[in-house]
């Protein structure tokens, strides 16, 4: 989480993310539908092949062009289909590990509050010593 960036506004925002993708998932489903193009299931192995991408180093767009722009329309819809779900699955990891963070910190706020009570008090032990 970056410095400038609430616990609960990082939640926020990666539940956007979320849902944007959500809305791309039911397009493509709609595109192939629409279209009497076949869905493929997560054992097909053409989705198996996408999704072992992510596992090679130094991927980037190129890594998955032939999917997306070379093939035909299915194959294009089917990849999206592919990395919208294994990037849903990252979102999920990241929001759990957030809400765990969120409840054993608390917020910026509580975390704010806690520094300063804390050197207040210290402050004041400093103070009695004198």
């Not at 939640?11 to 993310?17: E, N, Y």
């Not at 397009?27 to 072992?52: G, N, T």
């Not at 592919?82 to 975390?111: A, I, K, P, S, W």
């Amino acid at each position: 989480m970056g410095s400038g960036t609430s616990s609960k506004g990082e939640l926020k925002l990666v539940g956007v993310a979320r849902a944007s993708l959500e809305e791309l998932l039911l397009d493509c489903e709609d595109f192939l539908r629409q279209r009497d193009l076949p869905l493929w299931v997560k054992d097909h192995p053409r989705a198996k092949a996408v999704r072992k991408l992510a596992y090679k180093e130094e991927k980037s767009y190129k890594t998955y062009k032939a999917y997306i722009e070379e093939g035909p329309p299915e194959v294009a819809a089917n990849a999206l289909l592919c990395l919208v779900h294994q990037t849903n699955y990252l979102l999920d990891r990241q929001m759990r590990r957030l809400e765990e963070q969120f409840l054993d910190e608390g917020g910026f706020t509580e975390r704010l509050y806690r520094s300063r009570r804390a050197a207040r008090d210290n402050r004041n032990r400093r103070d009695e010593r004198y």
